[in-house]
């Protein structure tokens, strides 16, 4: 059974910082590709992060680019997002998910939330001014 299981939110000011971890099981956590994915309140879900544990590439979008860092450790199989420089914008329920579908291993689709198969329940995190 594949699960993921974030967490590491909470309540930051401005300016602050919160790592995320997404621990996962059930899957070739080695060939696939790990997504992060948030959802602000009254707002669509969106493509944050991700890592392609099988190239060993990461992806951000342009809005977290400079300010957040994915990394995965294989061992553990945990995906962990590094969040820096935090701002009130940044208040959502954060996701993860996996996929090994075929177009989750291009660029174009790689922060897409249908390209992912599996997701985990979500973190909130909450970034006041």
């Known amino acids: 059974e594949v699960q993921l299981q974030a967490s590491g939110g909470g309540l930051v000011q401005a300016g602050g910082s919160l790592r995320l971890s997404c621990a996962a099981s059930?899957?070739?956590?080695?060939?696939?590709?790990i997504g992060w994915f948030r959802q602000a309140p009254g707002k669509e879900r969106e493509g944050v992060s991700a890592?392609?544990?099988?190239?060993?590439?990461?992806y951000y979008a342009d809005s977290v680019k400079g300010r957040f860092t994915i990394s995965s450790d294989n061992a553990k199989k945990v995906v962990y997002l590094q969040m820096n420089s935090l701002r009130p914008e940044d208040t959502a329920v954060y996701y993860c998910?996996?996929?090994?579908?075929?177009?989750?291993?291009?660029?174009?689709?790689?922060?897409?939330?249908?390209?992912?198969?599996?997701w985990g329940q979500g973190t909130k995190v909450t970034v006041s001014s």
């Open positions: 890592i392609n544990n099988r190239m060993s590439t990461t």
């Open positions: 059930g899957f070739a956590f080695d060939n696939k590709v």
């Open positions: 998910a996996e996929s090994g579908r075929l177009e989750v291993y291009y660029r174009e689709y790689v922060l897409l939330e249908h390209s992912y198969e599996n």
